[in-house]
C-alpha cells in the first residue's frame, strides 16, 4: 500500500486533473446513405452524421449546450448507463426528467461523470434515435486493471438500419392494420454506421475493442475469424477475462474486450455481425442480415469473404464474474415482479404491458411531480397509474423478477444503477415462482451490468440498491416496444431527491414551449394530488365477449353470407348465354407482363463519413438544408 502522503498527494492530483468538456450541439438534418441503397434525412449534430463520439476520463464534468434546429421534431439525450448520481435532471427520457427541448429551443446537459466503461448517448424522445441521434460516450480510466496489457483501442458500433424515418413507422407499427405487433423489419445492418468496414491492426499488439449495439431492434452476433476475444468488461463493469469465440450483444449492451493480433501479416480477417433474425416476424428475401468488416493486416491483400457458420453459439454473459468480486445483495426488502404480456386494445393496435399496464407519459415529467410534491412525493398515486411508478425508499434492497409471457426476446434496461444479474432461466422456463429457487441456488458472486435479456417465455431476476435518489425508468430496449408501452418506473428516495437541486429556468423554458406543466401529479393537478381526473391513458381494453352491437353485427353477417351462398348457388346453376373459351382472348388482356416503374429519390451529392478506414457507403452531407425540407415535407 502507498504511504498516505503518496496515496493523498496522488489524490489531490487526481482532482486537479479534472476537466470539463464543453461541446456546443446544434442538431440537425442531414442526408446520408450509409447502406449505399437509399439516400434519407437523418439527424446529425452540427451538420454532420454519424454523430460525434463523446469522450472524457473519470472525474470530468461534461457540459452540452443543445440547440434543436430540427424544425419540425422535438428531441432530447439520454446518457446511456451513466447514474447521474446527483443529477437525475440530466437523465433525458422526455417526461420522466425533463420536457422535450422544442424545435427552436435549447437545453444544457451538465454533470460529472464518476464512472468508467462504455456507453452511449442517444435521443429518448419519441422513439427518434433510429433516425440517427446515436453515438458512443467512452469514459477512460487510469485504473484500468487490465492497461498494461493494451496497445491501442477500437471502438466499435453495431446497428441495424431502416430506410424509412421513425415517424413515418411509427404510426404503421401502431395500428389496427398490424394487430400482432410485428415489428419493422430493418433494411440493413452497420458497423460504424456504414458498411464493409476496415480496420487497420499491426502483428503482435493486443487491442481493446469496446463493441457497443447503438440499434434500435436487433441484437447481434458478433465474431472475429481467426480470433479469439477476452472479455474484460460489461456495460461498464471490469469482469475477469473471459475468452470467447462468440458473443451476443443486444440492443443497447457493450462488451469490451481484448484482441492479440497474429504475428504476421499474411492475410486479412472478417469482422462478422449477424442480426439475431428469431426477433423478425418475417425475413424479406432481400435483406442481408450479416455486416462484415475487416481486421486489416494488410490492405493489399484480398479481404475475404466470411465463412459459414453453422450455429450461432454465443459465450453466455451470465457465466462472466465482476472483478471487484462483489457478493450477492441480501435478501430484498422491496421486490417487484413484472409480467411481460403483448395484447390488443380497443382501437385494434398491439400493445405492450407490465402486469397489464401499458406506459403512457404523464401532463408532468415524474420528476417535477416528485420534487413539488411535498411530503405526498412518497405516495405512487401522485405518479399516475399509467406511468407504472414504484417509489423506493434510500438503500433499500430491491429485486425485479420479470417473468416473461411472450415468445419474444427482450433486453431490459435500468436507468441509474447497475444490477447484479442474479438469475435467467432457460427459454420457456416459465415464472420464476415455478422454479421454485432459494438464495442459496442464486449465483453468489453475480455478473452486473444494466442491460440483460431474457429469453422467450422465461424470466430474470434482478437486484439493486436504491442508493442514487432520482426518477428512472426500467425498459425494454426495442424501440418498438418503447413505443407500444413496456416501461416502469422507479422514484427513489424523492425527499431526499428534493433537497438535491432546483430546476434550471432553462428547462422550464422547455415545459412552457411544449405546453406540459412543472409542478402537480400526472394529470397536472396541483391541488388535490391523489385526484387523477384528467391523466393521460391508453385505449380502453377490448371488451370481454361480445357486446350488443357486436351480436347484431354478427347476426346480420350469418345473414349476408347465406344470402350470398345462395346467390352463388342459383348463378352456378344458370345456363350462360355464352362461355369464354380458353383460345378466346379476353377484353384488354396483353401477352406482355405489366412493367411497374419505381420512383427513386435522387441522392444529394455528399461526402464520405470518416469512420475508421473504410470503404463507406456513408454518403454525409453537411447541406442539411435539403434534407432539413425533406425531412419536412414528409
Excluded at 49 to 59: A, C, K, N, Q, Y
Excluded at 62 to 72: F, I, P
Excluded at 414 to 442: C, I, M, P, W, Y
Amino acid at each position: 500500500m502507498a504511504p498516505l502522503k503518496t496515496a493523498l498527494a496522488a489524490a489531490l492530483l487526481g482532482v486537479a486533473s479534472a476537466a470539463t468538456i464543453t461541446h456546443d450541439f446544434n442538431i440537425t438534418w442531414v442526408t446520408a446513405n450509409p447502406d449505399g441503397a437509399h439516400p434519407r434525412p437523418v439527424i446529425g449534430i452540427n451538420g454532420q452524421w454519424p454523430i460525434p463520439r463523446l469522450e472524457v476520463d473519470v472525474g470530468d464534468r461534461l457540459v452540452l449546450n443543445v440547440n434543436n434546429q430540427l424544425g419540425n421534431q422535438s428531441t432530447s439525450l439520454h446518457f446511456h448507463g451513466l447514474f447521474m448520481n446527483g443529477s437525475s435532471l440530466m437523465d433525458g427520457p422526455t417526461g420522466v426528467t425533463q420536457c422535450p427541448i422544442q424545435p427552436g429551443h435549447s437545453f444544457t446537459y451538465n454533470f460529472t461523470v464518476d464512472q468508467p466503461g462504455t456507453y452511449w448517448y442517444h435521443s429518448h424522445t419519441n422513439a427518434q434515435y433510429p433516425d440517427g441521434l446515436r453515438g458512443p460516450l467512452i469514459v477512460n480510466d487510469s485504473k484500468f486493471p487490465y492497461k498494461d496489457q493494451v496497445d491501442e483501442e477500437r471502438v466499435l458500433t453495431l446497428s441495424d438500419w431502416y430506410h424509412d424515418q421513425m415517424q413515418h413507422l411509427i404510426p404503421k407499427f401502431l395500428s389496427k392494420g398490424n394487430p400482432t405487433g410485428a415489428e419493422p423489419v430493418p433494411n440493413a445492418a452497420l458497423m460504424n454506421e456504414t458498411q464493409n468496414l476496415i480496420l487497420p491492426v499491426q502483428p503482435g499488439k493486443t487491442y481493446m475493442f469496446r463493441v457497443i449495439n447503438i440499434g434500435a431492434f436487433a441484437g447481434q452476433y458478433l465474431w472475429i475469424e481467426g480470433h479469439t476475444m477476452q472479455i474484460v468488461e460489461v456495460d461498464g463493469v471490469y469482469t475477469k477475462q473471459a475468452p470467447a469465440e462468440m458473443v451476443y450483444i443486444s440492443a443497447a449492451q457493450r462488451v469490451s474486450f481484448l484482441l492479440t493480433t497474429k504475428n504476421d501479416t499474411s492475410a486479412n480477417f472478417p469482422i462478422v455481425a449477424s442480426m439475431d433474425t428469431t426477433l423478425f416476424d418475417t425475413l424479406p428475401d432481400d435483406l442481408n442480415y450479416n455486416s462484415t468488416g475487416w481486421l486489416s493486416y494488410d490492405d493489399s491483400k484480398p479481404k475475404p469473404d466470411p465463412k459459414l457458420v453453422y450455429e450461432l453459439d454465443a459465450f453466455d454473459d451470465m457465466t462472466l464474474e465482476p472483478y471487484d468480486e462483489m457478493k450477492l445483495l441480501p435478501e430484498p426488502s422491496k421486490s417487484v415482479e413484472l409480467d411481460v404480456v403483448m395484447d390488443n386494445l380497443g382501437d385494434g393496435a398491439n400493445y405492450a404491458f407490465f402486469n397489464n399496464i401499458t406506459y403512457k407519459m404523464p401532463k408532468v415529467p415524474t420528476l417535477y411531480s416528485a420534487l413539488s410534491a411535498g411530503d405526498q412525493a412518497t405516495n405512487p398515486t401522485v405518479y399516475g397509474e399509467y406511468t407504472h411508478p414504484f417509489v423506493l425508499e434510500k438503500d433499500e434492497i430491491v429485486q425485479i423478477t420479470v417473468n416473461n409471457l411472450d415468445s419474444g426476446r427482450h433486453p431490459f434496461h435500468l436507468h441509474g444503477h447497475h444490477f447484479q444479474a442474479v438469475h435467467r432461466s432457460k427459454e420457456e422456463a416459465g415464472t420464476f415462482a415455478s422454479e421454485n429457487l432459494t438464495d442459496a441456488e442464486l449465483s453468489q458472486v453475480p455478473m452486473r451490468r444494466d442491460t440483460l435479456v431474457v429469453w422467450p417465455n422465461g424470466n430474470i431476476v434482478l437486484r439493486f440498491k436504491a442508493n442514487n435518489p432520482g426518477v428512472w425508468l426500467f425498459h425494454c430496449h426495442i424501440e418498438w416496444h418503447v413505443v407500444s408501452g413496456l416501461l416502469a418506473t422507479f422514484v427513489e428516495a424523492p425527499l431526499e431527491l428534493q433537497r438535491q437541486f432546483t430546476i434550471p429556468k432553462e428547462h422550464l423554458d422547455n415545459c412552457i414551449a411544449s405546453g406540459m406543466g412543472t409542478e402537480g401529479n400526472a394529470a397536472g393537478n396541483t391541488k388535490d394530488l391523489l385526484d387523477l381526473t384528467g391523466q393521460p391513458s391508453p385505449p380502453r381494453p377490448l371488451p370481454g365477449g361480445f357486446t350488443k352491437r357486436g351480436i347484431i353485427a354478427f347476426v346480420f353477417s350469418c345473414i349476408t353470407g347465406v344470402l350470398g351462398v345462395l346467390v352463388v348457388a342459383w348463378y352456378g346453376m344458370s345456363v350462360p348465354a355464352k362461355q369464354v373459351r380458353d383460345h378466346e382472348p379476353l377484353v384488354g388482356q396483353t401477352s406482355q407482363p405489366s412493367e411497374v416503374h419505381e420512383v427513386r429519390e435522387v441522392p444529394a451529392e455528399s461526402a464520405p463519413a470518416a469512420v475508421e478506414t473504410t470503404s463507406a457507403a456513408a454518403e454525409t452531407t453537411g447541406a442539411a438544408k435539403a434534407a432539413t425540407a425533406e425531412a419536412r415535407s414528409s
